[in-house]
């Protein structure tokens, strides 16, 4: 399962590309990226993402497109992350095929177990705690709904939403498989140092969290981009 799941906002990137605080997210150790340019067109994303593909192949990590299915299935991208709003998860899935990594946004128990029945792969839960960066989202969910929607499904939750080297360690015990992160790491001068390190927060908590099935077939994909047989 991912540990670090960082998603790109180029309003808060300092002048770099996605491909660039990619590159970054991923030699400081993020287990995968998000491309998120909600204000782009399609050929200025595309170009991003096929950027991002190239250095997922490098790094071995995963790369995921946010709500576009035409342009993560353009680039060659391992997954696309659906809102409620964007195309259905089962016509996603039509599209995509078996193999791609579909995740979806959900902040309720039954949209959980909704998404979970119709074959998400994993779940993105939040905004946890109250965030600029994801204003469309209900804001300020808690730690509660995390450990509630943990234990109600069986897919990898991932917690986002205000999430920073001050709290990352607390959704982990709450039950989160992993964290996603926006500003904690892509506004910051050194980018592959704030990956590095809320990283390393996520693995000095998570042997103290108990182990279960969730992500069994998503951990089977990560060790094949990883090159495990």
Do not use: W
């Amino acid at each position: 399962m991912f540990d670090l799941y960082v998603i790109t906002d180029s309003s808060l990137s300092h002048g770099k590309t996605d491909a660039e605080v990619a590159e970054q997210a991923f030699i400081g150790g993020a287990d995968a990226v998000q491309l998120r340019m909600k204000h782009s067109g399609g050929r200025e994303m595309l170009a991003q993402a096929k950027a991002v593909r190239e250095l997922a192949d490098e790094y071995c990590r995963f790369f995921f497109v946010n709500d576009r299915v035409d342009i993560a299935m353009a680039s060659g991208a391992d997954g696309v992350h659906l809102g409620q709003s964007d195309m259905p998860l089962p016509d996603a899935r039509d599209l995509m095929g078996e193999e791609a990594v579909i995740g979806v946004s959900v902040n309720t128990v039954a949209d959980a177990l909704k998404a979970e029945e119709e074959g998400a792969d994993y779940l993105g839960v939040g905004a946890v705690f109250r965030t600029s960066t994801k204003p469309d989202a209900e804001q300020g969910i808690g730690l509660g709904r995390i450990f509630e929607i943990s234990r109600a499904v069986r897919i990898p939750v991932v917690a986002i939403g205000g999430i920073n080297r001050g709290n990352i360690q607390d959704v982990i015990r709450a039950g989160a498989d992993s964290a996603a992160v926006i500003s904690a790491v892509v506004a910051q001068e050194d980018i592959s140092g704030a990956a590095h390190e809320l990283r390393d927060l996520i693995l000095k908590v998570r042997p103290h969290v108990p182990a279960d099935a969730r992500g069994t077939e998503l951990q089977r994909r990560l060790l094949f981009r990883s090159g495990v047989s």
